[in-house]
């Protein structure tokens, strides 16, 4: 596929203030009263310019979300993360009929012969075979279905 | 496999209808307030505190993760975005998955399927580097922890994003009493 998409957007502008809250804030706000003070405090900034800050990064895109991080599975939904190999002729067409399903929640080109990966994210755990079972239907291909056996914990941090 | 051949997992039951109500009123995001608590309660007729305790109940219990600020990527100046996925003996993956998981730079890192012949990769680690020269020699120090246990690996780099919803999460709600 030939054009970058309008998706991958460029690098932002950040000052160290801005750099100094991402970096404080991947790992997790504190469940306190005023929690937003407790930081400001620690980042020796006032609470005021970290939530303007925060607001400005969010609306920017910097930060493609702020808050909870819910655990999918243990809220009793379904997750994983399947893979097809696509003809080159039939990407645009299979792209299209993949991503009209709700279920899935992010698909990527990658460079392999697998060159479809897609996250199926349903409301059960059993509703993830119906899906494949669709999208193969949709599709004509066999869907690689990887659901994680083990999840190694990591705490994703971009230091920037 | 499967998550519903691992009950551990799901604590859902647990969650009763004022949880899912706040899970559903934050799943977007958490309003960028002095008192964000407060501001969720609000509308649900639930006190600032209450909303802080319940979350709290739920971040002990793994049902939250975090409540973090999550990057994009590519606009933190991480442009190279790697899937590296490995072929690790399956005698010593949970150790080497917990070494991996440990390195700087890996966002996620699974245990999953191989698919043979077509896929003999059973762990899978995301890089995330400014350029693909970063990424790789990330790989390597990956390839040097995994020693002899690993037969063979791949950097699979995402060329294109065709859709990016996130998890949506709503819905649930309508099965509520």
């Given amino acids: ?10 690098p932002a502008e950040l000052d160290a203030a801005d750099r100094r809250i991402i970096n404080r804030l991947q790992d997790g706000l504190p ?43 243990r809220l009793g939904g379904g997750l994983t993360l399947a893979a097809l190999a696509v003809p080159e002729e039939d990407f645009e067409r299979v792209t299209e009929a993949v991503n009209a399903f709700p279920e899935v929640a992010h698909n990527y080109r990658r460079e392999h012969p697998l060159n479809m990966w897609f996250v199926l994210a349903t409301e059960t755990p059993e509703r993830i075979a119906e899906v494949i079972a669709e999208i193969e239907t949709a599709t004509g291909l066999a869907v690689f279905n990887m659901p994680k056996q083990e999840e190694f914990h990591v705490r994703l941090h971009l230091p920037v | 496999m499967s998550v519903s051949t691992c009950p551990s997992e799901s604590v859902s039951a647990a969650l009763d209808a004022q949880d ?21 309660g609000e509308p649900l007729g639930l006190a600032g505190e209450e ?21 994009n990527h590519y606009r933190l100046g991480y442009l190279a975005n790697g899937m590296t996925v490995w072929d690790v003996d399956d005698a010593e993956i949970e150790r080497l998955g917990r070494a991996v998981a440990a390195l700087p730079g890996v966002s996620h890192c699974y245990r999953r399927p191989r698919h043979l012949p077509d896929w003999p990769y059973n762990l899978f680690a995301m890089l995330h580097g400014r350029t693909h020269a970063e990424v790789e020699a990330q790989a390597d120090e990956l390839r040097e922890l ?6 063979d690996h791949r950097i699979l780099y995402s060329s294109r994003i065709l859709k990016k919803t996130g998890l949506r999460l709503a819905g649930r709600s309508d099965r509520q009493r």
Avoid: K
């Fill in chain 1, 31 to 73: 469940l306190v009263e005023a929690p937003f003070a407790a930081v400001a405090n620690e980042l020796s900034l006032s609470e005021g310019e970290l939530l303007e800050r925060l607001a400005r990064l969010r609306e920017s895109g910097v930060l493609s979300r702020f808050g909870p991080m819910y655990h999918a599975e």
């Fill in chain 1, 1 to 10: 596929m030939t054009a970058e998409p309008a998706t991958r957007p460029e």
């Fill in chain 2, 51 to 71: 909303v802080r305790v319940r979350m709290q109940r739920m971040q002990e219990s793994g049902i939250i993760r975090r409540i973090a600020a999550v990057p």
């Fill in chain 2, 146 to 151: 995994l020693g002899s246990a690993c037969r």
């Fill in chain 2, 20 to 40: 899912r109500a706040i899970i559903l009123a934050t799943q977007a995001g958490l309003p960028l307030v002095p008192d964000p608590w407060s501001a969720v």
